[in-house]
């Protein structure tokens, strides 16, 4: 059985720490073309699903708490932080300028 990259283990540790914000923070530790290949995926699918987490699967997100040792849950949370975020981004720039301007006055 292959060993598991270290790395798993201090997003881990920062994780307890408090200074893991967000899901997409995990790849500032470790690449994507790390966990892409541990999770047996497509690097190209899986930079996709990472830059876009709503459209992650459960069994994307279950597998890598299994490599981090994070809660499923908890981990979960993150990508949710993370799909709200990008969902806020999107509704922000889809109001036309005009809507904002009137919101301002």
């Known amino acids: 059985m292959q060993e598991i990259d270290h790395r798993y283990k201090y997003v881990r540790s920062v994780w307890q720490a408090g200074d893991l914000n967000s899901f997409a923070e995990i790849f500032n530790i470790i690449p994507r073309s790390v966990v892409a290949a541990d999770l047996h995926l497509n690097y190209e699918r899986f930079t996709k699903k990472v830059l876009k987490p709503d459209t992650l699967a459960y069994r994307d997100v279950l ?28 509704n922000t720039d889809a109001t036309p300028d005009t809507e904002k301007a009137g919101a301002s006055t």
């Open 63 to 90: 597998n890598l708490a299994q490599l981090t040792g994070i809660d499923f849950r908890k981990l979960s949370e993150l990508v949710i932080r993370d799909v709200e975020k990008a969902a806020a981004a999107a």
